[in-house]
């Protein structure tokens, strides 16, 4: 499209961001009628094979944001690429006895979901995207200001000019660049920890299970991926990131085994690995006239319960729920009352996991005797309730109460 067409364009709704977030609010809104825009800053590779090297980046997802995903048509293209299902989950702790054991058998699912590569996700939703006639992409795109006029949002780009729309949608990560634009705060809380992330080879299997066993330093996790390949999540304090990453590959290795307590015996080989110091945010306010945040744009949240993008996408189902509601009953959907009803409904849930998080980081980071105390009859008590585990499990794998209808029905397959 020209950028006289761009321009001279009112958009429905412009999203900023398109990662797995961003652009799964794009294809909701747009394969429901909707006139959108979904801008980019870096090009999207959506030639992404079945064979190509173990990423970085893993995610861990839920069966709400399964049904999603089938829901918006990205489910096929994740699968043509790679996923990985895992049946059990297996948690135990480096001080005190004890280990908790969850099951897919005993809930009567058929796995507790699914470990992906970020970035086959976002090829998958890319490749809808660039499908649907309703959605212009556009990609190495540079923001310079956001404006409010007219009961419009005003995008300046760099070389192209003033974009308009009734909403913009900030779904551009962490330093979200809308949410600074927009004069929206951020609250904050630094872990003090980074996360190690990267894929390896075991010399066992990891029998399609998750394993995360609780250390001093900070939770060590298996995700099981292919043949006896997982993505670990290794979480130190943030002065040991460092030393860490500039580990030899042997040495990365031996550490490896040594934090999982040789659980999957030796790691026999290493792929790239990246680290990610760990900070929960959370926006004041999701929303203002014009303009809601989604996914990291809105709020950042330990990762050792893998939640931080199935939120997002539970964000995006909601946000496209609210805007499509108020397009059927003829109401501004831009407009704050519409809004709000996407902010109440989605950032007390947020809310929530964020403080769970937190008291797991605090029960489980430190060896203290008082800590130790209250851990020591926990994973052992934990284990016989059945039901408290399958209903802990449940709430993970399906969402919580009041969940938008792309998360609850399946339409597509
Ligand atoms: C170590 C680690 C492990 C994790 N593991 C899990 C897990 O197992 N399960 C889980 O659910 N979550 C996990 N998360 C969290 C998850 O990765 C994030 O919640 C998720 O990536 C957020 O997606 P998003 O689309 O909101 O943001 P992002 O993935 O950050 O995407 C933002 C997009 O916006 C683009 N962008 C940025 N600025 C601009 C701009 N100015 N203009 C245009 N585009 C812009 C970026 O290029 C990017 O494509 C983990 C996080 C970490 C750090």
Redesign the pocket.
Known sequence: MSNANLTNTIWDVIV????????ATALGLAQNGMRVLL????A?DISWQADSPYQV??????RA?EKILKNLGAWQGIEDRRLHPFVAMHVWDEITPGEVHFSAQDMQEPNLGY?VE?NVI?AALWEQAIACENITTLVD???EGLAFEDDQAWLSIEGIGILKTQLVVG????????RQLANIGLDTHDYEQS?V?GCVKTELSHQDTCWQRYTSNGPFAY?SMGNNVSSI?WYLPTDKQQWALNLSDEEFAKEIAKASDYRLGQVVEVAERGA?P?VRRHAEHYVKPNLAL????AH??H?QA???????LLDAAALVETVLNAKQADKAWGSFSVLRKYERWRRGDNALVQRSMEGFDWLFKQDASLKAIIRKPLLPLANKLTWVKNWLMGQALNGREALPKLAKTLVKN
């Open positions: 900023v961001g398109g990662g797995m977030v961003g652009s801008l980019e800053k870096q999207v980046r893993v995610s861990a997802l839920t944001s470990t970020n976002q795109s540079k923001i779904a551009d990560g962490a330093f979200s660049k809308i996360a992330v995700l999540a990610f760990l989604v996914g990291d744009a950042t949240i990762p893998g939640q931080g993008v199935n939120l997002g």
